[in-house]
């Protein structure tokens, strides 16, 4: 069980820190703002808001977007009322999603801390800022190139950016396009699959993988430098031998590596009788 608490545990990293900008400190200081947004029978807001904490306007079409605050959605109370968001969200770096059903596509680029979201979501990263996903439940498909630290994902995910935490029901898939990928915790149930044909390298330093972990040929390195293994892990698909290190980590079944790897694995038990490979 120990093995299996210091595989899954979360870790706090020096990058997370630093995507962290004043809305954090606001909200440690209950300095920012609480907001609900009302919504109508149609699960639209009720309101057009106040152009300065968050705005709900279109011209073709319409979408709510939170600009600065806390906020939480309150669905209508009359009998038959839509429960959720059914309009696109976009969360801006200085707003943080507290808590509410979204029934649309989300384009987060500030904080998720709650909430359900039905449909796709993308966490977004810029030059300046990461989208942060701190918890919440995800039915559909999640994008992610900033940082994910907890959460229940219940649709297909695609990283390029970090995850330290969380539940993932399916297979997530791991490609590099704008950033280096990091998966430094989190629950993978269905296992993982690595494109290493992307501009940046992948690094696993820590995490539970319940399903198999793959890789797909590439010129990029992946990293193993912890983590607990359940199901196979092939990473023969790495044409290069010296782009693949594995220097932590437990096995239960021997990896299958590249032809002519050089890393080898010795044989190792936990309190309780379980045979671990281990470089």
């Known amino acids: 069980a120990s093995l299996v ?10 990058e997370e820190a630093a995507t962290r900008s004043s809305r954090d400190l606001d909200a440690e200081n209950g300095t920012a703002e609480s907001i ?71 384009f987060n680029n500030g904080t998720i801390s709650g909430g359900t979201f039905q449909k796709a979501v993308h966490n977004d990263a810029t030059p300046n800022n990461q989208g942060l996903i701190l918890d919440g439940i995800f039915k559909e498909q999640v994008h992610n190139s900033g940082t994910i630290s907890n959460g229940n994902f219940q649709g297909m995910m695609y990283n390029s950016g ?39 390298p992948t690094t696993i330093t820590d995490g539970l993988f319940d399903g198999k972990v793959s890789t797909k040929a590439g010129p990029q390195p ?23 290190s594995i220097t932590g980590g ?13 890393i080898a694995f010795t044989s190792v038990s936990d309190q309780d009788g379980r045979t671990f490979q281990v470089p």
């Not at 437990?250 to 050089?262: I, M, R």
């Open 5 to 14: 608490q210091e595989a899954d545990a979360s870790h706090s990293t020096e």
């Open 36 to 106: 609900t947004i009302q919504l109508n029978a149609e699960g639209k807001p009720a309101d057009s808001g106040d152009l300065e904490h968050w705005v709900y306007s279109g011209v073709t079409h319409y979408d709510l977007r939170l600009y600065q605050g806390i906020f939480t959605l309150q669905p209508s109370s009359e009998a038959g009322a839509e429960s959720a968001l059914q309009e696109n969200l976009y969360i801006y770096k200085d707003a943080k999603f507290n808590g509410g059903t979204v029934g649309s596509t989300t």
């Open 162 to 200: 970090t995850i330290s935490g969380g539940i993932f029901k399916l297979t997530v898939t791991v490609e590099a396009i704008f950033q280096p990928a990091q998966i430094e915790g989190g629950t993978f149930e269905d296992g993982m699959e690595i494109y290493l044909d992307a501009d940046y």
């Open 222 to 244: 992946l990293t193993i430098s912890g983590g607990l293994f359940t199901k196979a892990v092939d990473v023969s698909s790495i044409t290069v031998p010296d782009n693949l």
């Open 250 to 262: 437990y096995f239960v079944n021997k990896p299958t590596l590249p032809e002519g790897s050089d």
